[in-house]
């Protein structure tokens, strides 16, 4: 059994080869391109996000404890922006793989705080928007939305932060 140069050109110049090698070239250049899509998700997108999550959780923070004292039978109402939760779960679930355990665990418990916060933020839209259409607002309720939220926005800051500087502890929340 020998085998020849034109036994092997012969060979691979069967149509059925050739797209079995393409199939194989085209399933690694994918396997590789998604790798190196969840490793740039790792360490260039969530990083990115963590940023604008800073960001605005310090505005809304700001806008929080500058509302000052509104007049005599006004409530203040603060609403600010949304954060970006889904663009981030798209990056935690893309990066998945390429996380620590402390680095999911502090993700998740950073999803939840700006979900929470940005739920706090919607109820606070729709209490001014009633306003506007003559319903009263509910002041003691408004000051504890006020008093959650600026918790909520305090602890999405320290974890971005923490996150960010890399001093998280072993169960994912921020190093005191």
């Known amino acids: 059994m020998a085998i020849s140069v034109s036994g092997v050109a ?5 149509a059925t080869v050739g797209a079995v090698i393409g ?3 085209t399933y690694v250049i994918v396997r590789h391109s998604d790798k190196a899509r969840a490793v740039n998700a790792a360490r260039d997108i969530i990083p990115r996000h963590l940023v ?3 960001s605005t959780a310090r505005q809304r923070l700001q806008s929080i404890r500058d509302r000052g004292v509104a007049p005599a039978g006004m409530v203040p109402i603060v609403i600010g922006a949304s954060f970006d939760t889904d663009g981030l779960s ?3 679930t893309d990066a998945y793989g390429h996380l620590s355990l402390r680095q999911r665990q502090a993700l998740s418990k950073l999803m939840l705080y700006m979900t929470q916060a940005d739920e706090i933020n919607e109820r606070m839209r729709r209490a001014a928007a009633a ?3 003559g319903a009263v607002a509910d002041a003691p309720a408004i000051e504890v939305f006020f008093r959650d939220q600026t918790m ?3 602890q999405a800051e320290r974890f971005t932060n923490a ?4 001093t998280l502890n072993e169960d994912g929340s921020p190093v005191a």
Do not use: C, P
């Open 10 to 14: 012969d060979f691979l110049n069967n």
């Open 23 to 25: 199939a194989v070239v």
């Open 52 to 54: 604008s999550a800073a």
């Open 90 to 92: 798209r990056a935690i």
């Open 131 to 133: 306003s506007r259409e």
């Open 152 to 154: 909520l926005l305090e």
């Open 163 to 166: 996150y960010r500087n890399g």
